[in-house]
């Protein structure tokens, strides 16, 4: 760190090594016994080597209006060993830049535009097979990290006593995003995509009620609207990422009286994702819709706290719905498996302290 008049210097760097050895069998069950299926792809070794070098600057414009920039890349080395591996160099550069105003004494905003290079998952770079849905991915050696331009503002208010508020607006543009993609004839794998888009707005409320005679009582809140499109590597249509959040809400309520060891609070949340897209089905799974549980909290009792939570007071479901085709989703419907099962109430007790 170096600092000078109007200004400020950062420089860091960060090195990594990460692998994965996979071994995997495939067996099939015939006439009692268990016999070898060939599996290629399955068994390799992934390595990466991965290194970043980033400078950062921060200097105040004005009173009330703060400069930061980062700027730097990164350097990274896959390296798969078995299962057709290759080797391959990345060198992506990354950072940001954002402003901080001041716009008055209770009010500040920011805004942000920002680099970033993803990290890959090295099980999407071999075969394997989802024995439960009869789902196999093939072997992709040639998967390359994502990279994102992010877009971000924000509008953040306090309300003195009464709480604060927080409003933020996205644009995110996703370069080589992985999603599952066509292999040879009739396999399919994770696997980039040329880009896709993702945006929303989310606002968030703290509220505190003493004002309003609930000594104590604070209300937060947090609301989601989120969109996303690609385009469908089998169809060419414009479609959700698969698996991405499009509507999440939450209000939580807690009393915790001043002089009091006693608190108690509640909270009900909704959360919704786009469909897992395949290229031979298309499946949702999720839990809900709403949630709910409520709890009840004791401090200082033998220098713990002690609290008691009961859940899923509106009866959340665990649901499944999911569509097969005949071969790939061009294609006419196989069949439609859909599960709507009861979870019941959950009741949990959590004792938190140093022993």
Do not use: C
């Not at 700027?71 to 950072?95: I, N």
């Amino acid at each position: 760190r170096l600092a000078q008049e109007g200004g400020e210097w950062q420089l860091s760097s960060e090195a990594a090594f990460n692998q994965l050895d996979n071994t995997a069998s495939l067996f099939e069950l015939r006439d009692g016994q268990f016999q070898p299926i060939q599996f290629t792809g399955a068994t390799a070794i992934v390595e990466e080597k991965r290194m970043e070098v980033m400078a950062g600057y921060n200097r105040q414009l004005r009173d009330n209006l703060t400069l930061q920039v980062n700027a730097g890349g990164e350097y990274s080395r896959l390296e798969q060993v078995g299962a057709d591996g290759m080797t391959r160099h990345f060198r992506r550069p990354k950072g940001s830049i954002a402003l901080a105003w001041h716009l008055s004494a209770d009010t500040d905003a920011n805004l942000r535009l920002q680099r970033r290079v993803g990290q890959l998952n090295f099980y999407d770079f071999l075969a394997n097979v989802n024995l439960n849905d009869d789902v196999r991915n093939s072997a992709n050696p040639n998967l390359k990290p994502p990279q994102l331009w992010e877009l971000e503002s924000e509008l953040s208010t306090n309300l003195g006593q009464m709480g604060t508020t927080t409003i933020r607006a996205y644009v995110h543009r996703i370069d080589d995003i992985v999603d599952i993609i066509p292999i040879g004839d009739d396999g399919e794998s994770p696997g980039n995509i040329d880009h896709a888009w993702r945006y929303g707005v989310e606002w968030k409320n703290t509220v505190e009620l003493a004002k309003l005679g609930w000594e104590g009582g604070r209300i937060d809140t947090r609301f989601i609207w989120q969109d996303s499109r690609v385009e469908d590597p089998l169809t060419g249509e414009k479609r959700p990422i698969s698996r991405s959040l499009e509507n999440f809400a939450s209000i939580t309520v807690r009393s915790d009286r001043s002089g009091s060891d006693w608190a108690w609070g509640m909270n009900v949340s909704y959360e919704y994702e786009a469909r897992n897209v395949r290229l031979t089905e298309q499946r949702r799974f999720w839990e809900g819709p709403v949630w709910a549980n409520a709890y009840i909290e004791k401090r200082s009792l033998f220098g713990h706290t002690v609290r008691a939570t009961i859940g899923n007071l509106l009866g959340a479901r665990s649901m499944w719905d999911r569509t097969v085709y005949d071969g790939r989703r061009t294609d006419s419907i196989a069949f439609i498996e859909e599960r709507d099962r009861r979870i019941g109430p959950i009741l949990s007790l959590s004792i938190q302290g140093t022993f």
